[in-house]
């Protein structure tokens, strides 16, 4: 069983920056790609960035792709950390944040592809 344990969302002003984190336990998480997904209220859940567990390969949405770093630390027996550093905050990004892993053979944009999910953290940007 694979658990996924988020930090670091809160609140920023547009133009800030917030880096989160995602723990996983478990040593089959090792080799599983890890990503974030977001949802704004009443909005459906959209792919943010995800990236492989060896973390030399990465997928971003458009929309953060110039602002957004997906990255790894896979040298943990444990379980891999994925971080997400967030700069150039703009108040479209304020949703939950959501860290979602699995054994793809692809780093996927799509939710259904990831069948382990955190909890979720609030990122709340303000104007």
């Known amino acids: 069983q694979v658990q996924l344990v988020e930090s670091g969302g809160g609140l920023v002003q547009a133009g800030g920056s917030l880096r989160l984190s995602c723990a996983a336990s478990?040593?089959?998480?090792?080799?599983?790609?890890m990503g974030w997904l977001r949802q704004a209220p009443g909005k459906e859940r959209e792919f943010v960035a995800a990236?492989?567990?060896?973390?030399?390969?990465?997928?971003?949405?458009d929309s953060v792709k110039s602002r957004f770093t997906i990255s790894i630390d896979n040298t943990r027996n444990t379980g891999n950390t994925v971080y997400l550093q967030m700069n150039s905050l703009i108040p479209e990004g304020t949703a939950v944040y959501y860290c979602?892993?699995?054994?793809?053979?692809?780093?996927?944009?799509?939710?259904?592809?990831?069948?382990?999910w955190g909890q979720g953290t609030q990122v709340t940007v303000s104007s």
């Open positions: 979602a892993a699995d054994k793809t053979i692809v780093v996927s944009r799509s939710a259904d592809s990831y069948g382990y």
């Open positions: 478990g040593r089959a998480s090792r080799l599983y790609t």
């Open positions: 990236v492989n567990w060896r973390g030399d390969d990465t997928n971003y949405a």
